[in-house]
C-alpha cells in the first residue's frame, strides 16, 4: 500500500559521509514508525535506526549511536538517514521500511524500500 523509495547511497572512504533518503508515497497509520535497515551478504538482516513522523521514539542500534542521524520532513514525506565516520563494517544494503508499531524486528515492518548500497573503502 505505501511505496518506499531509497536513494543517496554510493561508495565512500572511512571517515566520510552520506545521507540516505526514503521518500513514502503516503504518511498513514501504516507509517508510524519509520527505520532504516541493513543487510550485508550472507549475513542476516538487522536494525539501524527508528523514527515516527512526529520525531518521537528515535533509537540507534548500538554500532552507529553517534555516527548516525535518523530525521524526517513531513512536508516531502521523506525520512533521512545521515551517515557520518562511516567505517567499512558499514557496508551494507540498506532498506527504508515503515510498519504500525515500534519495534525492531523486520517482520513488524509491513513496507519496505528496494534498497541502496553503501559502500565504506578502507
Known amino acids: 500500500q505505501v511505496q518506499l523509495v531509497e536513494s543517496g547511497g554510493g561508495l565512500v572512504q572511512a571517515g566520510g559521509s552520506l545521507r540516505l533518503s526514503c521518500a513514502a508515497s503516503?504518511?498513514?497509520?501504516?507509517?508510524?514508525?519509520m527505520a532504516w535497515f541493513r543487510q550485508a551478504p550472507g549475513k542476516e538482516r538487522e536494525f539501524v535506526a527508528r523514527i515516527t513522523w512526529s520525531g518521537t521514539s528515535t533509537y540507534y542500534t548500538d554500532s552507529v549511536k553517534g555516527r548516525f542521524t535518523i530525521s524526517t520532513d513531513n512536508a516531502k514525506n521523506t525520512v533521512y538517514l545521515q551517515m557520518n565516520s562511516l567505517k567499512p563494517e558499514d557496508t551494507a544494503v540498506y532498506y527504508c521500511?515503515?510498519?504500525?508499531?515500534?519495534?525492531?524486528?523486520?517482520?513488524?515492518?509491513?513496507?519496505w524500500g528496494q534498497g541502496t548500497q553503501v559502500t565504506v573503502s578502507s
Open positions: 521500511a515503515s510498519g504500525r508499531i515500534i519495534g525492531f524486528n523486520p517482520s513488524l515492518f509491513g513496507s
Open positions: 503516503r504518511r498513514t497509520v501504516s507509517t508510524f514508525v
